[in-house]
């Protein structure tokens, strides 16, 4: 079930970031992420805040979470885009985290589908997101559902230093 998040959600999702930080730190994961600087409980509470975080639960308990919503980050200025979009056109991914201990059952997947079924709901055909270079997992995926690399932009990436940000694309129609 898909829902969007409230603040009670904040320490499911904050406990998710954690466990892939822990996961980073010990090497099982290649997200990019770091502990205390990006994503934190505060990047949680803040997009609970503006009202565009998504949660999927399963069983009652929250197992992925992502940010949902039309802002396309500066670095998205410097790709070639296949199609000119304008912003209310284009609905972007952000965030999206699956609890480790989850990991291998689909989520990741089922998580991607409803972003863009609510895409589609939203008249917005065009799909934007980014990954880190380093994180083959997603990039992965992504290119399963049918997201097409669009370029990579060397940057400083909320807060995280050395960042290669792979921007990803999707028409729907």
């Known amino acids: 079930m898909f829902r969007k998040a409230v603040l009670s959600d904040l320490d499911a999702i904050a406990r998710i970031y954690d ?7 010990q090497g099982q994961s290649h997200t990019g992420w770091q502990r205390a600087v990006y ?3 505060e990047t949680a509470r803040a997009a609970i805040l503006a009202d565009d975080v998504f949660v999927m639960e399963e069983g009652g308990r929250v ?17 070639k885009w296949s199609k000119e979009a304008k912003d209310a056109e284009v609905m972007v991914l952000h965030t999206l985290a699956v609890d480790p201990a989850e990991a291998g059952k ?8 409803f972003y863009e079924d609510y895409a589609r709901e939203n008249g917005c055909p065009h799909l934007r997101m980014d990954t880190n270079e380093i994180n083959t997992r997603a990039r ?18 909320n807060g995280i230093e050395g960042v290669r940000l792979v921007c990803l694309e999707k028409i729907l129609y």
């Open 19 to 25: 466990a892939i930080h822990t996961c980073e730190e």
């Open 39 to 41: 994503p934190t409980r």
């Open 63 to 79: 197992v992925a979470s992502a940010r949902i919503n039309r802002i396309q980050v500066e670095e998205y200025k410097l790709i």
């Open 106 to 113: 689909g989520y990741g997947t089922a998580f991607v589908c």
């Open 140 to 157: 992965a995926l992504y290119k399963r559902l049918g997201y097409a690399e669009r370029g990579i932009v060397p940057c400083i990436f």
